[in-house]
């Protein structure tokens, strides 16, 4: 490959496309927010972190030495978005029961899976919001004198003590009605509680002393805290879904550029990041997939239903990071499909011998097209397209090719070279057959079709049918759940 695309990302602050200019030379450092472990994350909350790895994963095939941080809210996160309601953590603790402590580990525990099961790349560090309350607390007070007040329900932060609030959000102070908590005594409306006072004679389970009462820290003010401690301001990019781009991270902005003494956003260093990267959203437009319907779209439900996990990764790939994701049962299983081709391409090439140390000269101009493609503010689905000429080339040396498709994969994270064909035959959690009794009625029509008796063969492949079983002659997987 000749010299490697410039590798060009859309900054939300700025509305651009602009070219990666590290802070630090040869690194990239990144931090995501990461969820609130108060409920088991939808998949449209874990599109975020397949566009978050696939950044990393793309930095690292650029030469950059990566630094990722995902951050754990176990506390300070309150039930509506815009700084109002109750803390999401206490209330879920209260619905179950039992202690706010379990519900963040078993929550937290629930996402991790996700992550291992979308073949997401474990970030540097993960940073749980309660080992950080003693600098939270030590970064509200260095702020406090010049940018906060006190009132009886906390401390908040005055917006209007920064420049440009609101830039990213492309909002302005006074809009803020409507969108954030009334709270008697706010100079502005956009004002945001960066300290949570515990209410008289109430006891949180989550609490902490400070100088300004016992309480619990601001959702805003953690990530502040989690970012600059471990990455230092100014970092590279800090990345999120689309809906924290309207009032968390202007509000992190607002505190980072109190903390750092920084002032307008015309340079978007100020903000605290270079860069600020955000996913649209997932989209499911029949409305039987929310919580209330009852049939909640976490990424359990589509392996309960037979789809593997790394479906759903090539389905948000297919789609650029920045576009609405639609998501349907019909479009989960034709990424399946597009998966299972890929993976089957694999194993013929794997059966051949092993992947060469490096890609031969006839794979360069494919691998620049797919440099050109992720440099191109990620844009997976094009990267897609390369990787199957890719597989469809012939004649070509089966190592090379192989190495040819490793080092694409390492930015796809599909985990090609990896898994096998069986892997991705998930078995529906309504299939009401066994595999040994599948392999029974298999042995059966076997024998019938060697007795040439070829309307039992046809009567035992449509029985397998009818119970939810496709038949496949001539393929060495033999049969596959037919969703």
Known sequence: MTDPAPLRLFNSLTRQLEEFQPVHPGEARVYSCGPTVYNY???????????????????????????????????????????????????????????????????????????????????????????????????????ADKHCYELDS??????????????????????????????????????????????????????????????????HLECSVMSGEVLGFPFD??????????????????????????????????????????????VERSGKMSKSAGEFLRLQLLIDKGYHPLAYRMMCLQAHYRSELEFSWDGLGAALVRLKRLVMAVAQLKERGDAAPAPGPRFAAFLERFDAAISDDLNTSVALTVLDEVIALKKVDPGEKLAAIAAMDAVMGLGLLEIERADLRIRPKAATIAEVEIDAILAQRKAARADKDFARSDALRDELAGRGVEVMDGDPLGWEWKL
Not at 173 to 189: H, L, M, S
């Open 154 to 219: 906390g401390l908040y932060f005055d917006v209007s003590t920064v420049a440009d609030y609101g830039r990213l959000a492309r909002t302005r102070t006074e809009e803020g009605e409507g969108r954030i908590e009334a709270v008697d005594g706010k100079r502005n409306a956009a004002d945001f509680a960066i300290w949570r006072k515990t209410p008289p004679g109430e006891k949180r389970q989550m609490e902490w002393d400070s100088p300004w009462g016992r309480g619990a820290p601001g959702w």
């Open 41 to 143: 994350p939808h998949i449209g909350n874990m599109r975020a972190y397949v566009f978050a790895d696939i950044l990393g994963r793309t930095l690292s095939f650029k030469g950059y030495r990566l630094t990722h941080v995902i951050n754990i809210t176990d506390v300070g996160h309150l039930t509506d978005d815009a700084d109002a309601g109750e803390d999401k953590m206490e209330k879920m603790a209260a619905e179950k029961a039992q202690s706010i402590w379990d519900i963040a580990q078993h929550y937290t525990q629930a996402y991790w899976a996700d992550i291992r099961a979308l073949n997401i790349r474990q970030p540097a560090q993960w940073t749980i919001a309660t080992e950080y309350v003693p600098q939270m607390i030590e970064f509200a007070r260095r702020i």
């Open 237 to 282: 990019i800090h990345t999120g879904g689309i809906d924290h781009r309207e009032i968390h991270h202007p509000n992190e902005i607002a505190q980072n550029q109190a903390f750092c003494c920084t002032n307008g956003l015309d340079l978007p260093a100020n903000s605290g990041a270079r860069v600020w990267m955000h996913n649209n959203f997932l």
